[in-house]
């Protein structure tokens, strides 16, 4: 069965660099959402979109933003990059009502 | 917001033994109650939920069981085996598309 996909799997930048994440979602799966994992902590919620939409918001740093296309896969764009945004970024989608599927992750590390 | 606390954090079993994972959470608008299996550096895996029409679910050695009164929801894995070993993590969703995830329990089945 078709998975998530996101890319790169590995990302290493310099602080201040930008960086751009990209989820792939499940065929037929209208929903995407973004979790940021730091070492050895539980996945925190940062946007999620429905039908190319924005659709809920959460602890997103004002520097990330992000879109979904409308050949559903997201984008997360990262910028002024800092030290403490080294984690491990999920994407997963959900077909309807919660269900949600994550992707591989991105390991970005900031120097 | 949702709040989601999970207990124990750390948990050690023999091989064979269940295993008992507590959650509670704050917004009684909650509705759904999926759990998280998470291996080091890998994806965040579903293994079981639990929707809030529903007082408990089982499926072979896991089960879910879910007070709406309390506010509390429960994993118990029976006839544990070392591959059971890994960070599990339950979470809440109130219908925003958007998880809050507890802070993980670390289960070690020891052979």
């Known amino acids: 069965a078709a998975g998530v996909i996101q890319s790169p799997r590995h990302l290493i930048k310099e602080k201040r660099e930008t960086a751009t994440l990209k989820c792939y979602p499940i065929p037929r799966h209208d929903t995407v959402y973004w979790y940021q994992q730091g070492p050895g902590q539980d996945p925190q919620f940062l946007i999620s979109f ?48 919660n269900e949600q599927f994550f992707g591989p992750g991105t390991r ?4 | ?27 009684s608008a909650s509705n759904y109650f999926p759990w998280y299996k998470q291996e080091l550096g890998k994806r965040p895996q579903l293994i079981i939920d639990i929707r809030s029409n529903v007082g408990e679910k089982k499926d072979q050695r896991i089960a879910v ?20 070993s890994a960070v599990y993590f339950c979470a809440a969703d109130t219908g925003r598309r958007a ?11 020891q052979p």
């Open chain 1, 50 to 97: 429905y039908e190319k939409m924005q659709s809920d918001k959460g602890s997103i740093p004002d520097r990330f933003s992000a879109q979904q296309f409308s050949d559903y896969h997201s984008e997360l764009n990262m910028s002024s990059l800092e030290l403490g945004d080294s984690a491990l970024y999920f994407c997963a989608s959900s077909p309807f009502l």
């Open chain 1, 108 to 111: 970005l590390t900031v120097l």
């Open chain 2, 1 to 27: 917001g949702e709040n989601v606390e999970q207990h124990p954090s750390t948990l050690s079993v023999q091989e064979g033994d269940s295993a008992v994972i507590k959650c509670t959470y704050s917004d």
């Open chain 2, 65 to 84: 069981t879910l007070n709406k009164t309390a506010k509390h929801f429960s994993l118990h894995i029976t006839e544990t085996q070392p591959e059971d």
């Open chain 2, 99 to 109: 998880l809050t995830f507890g802070s993980g329990t670390r289960l070690q089945v």
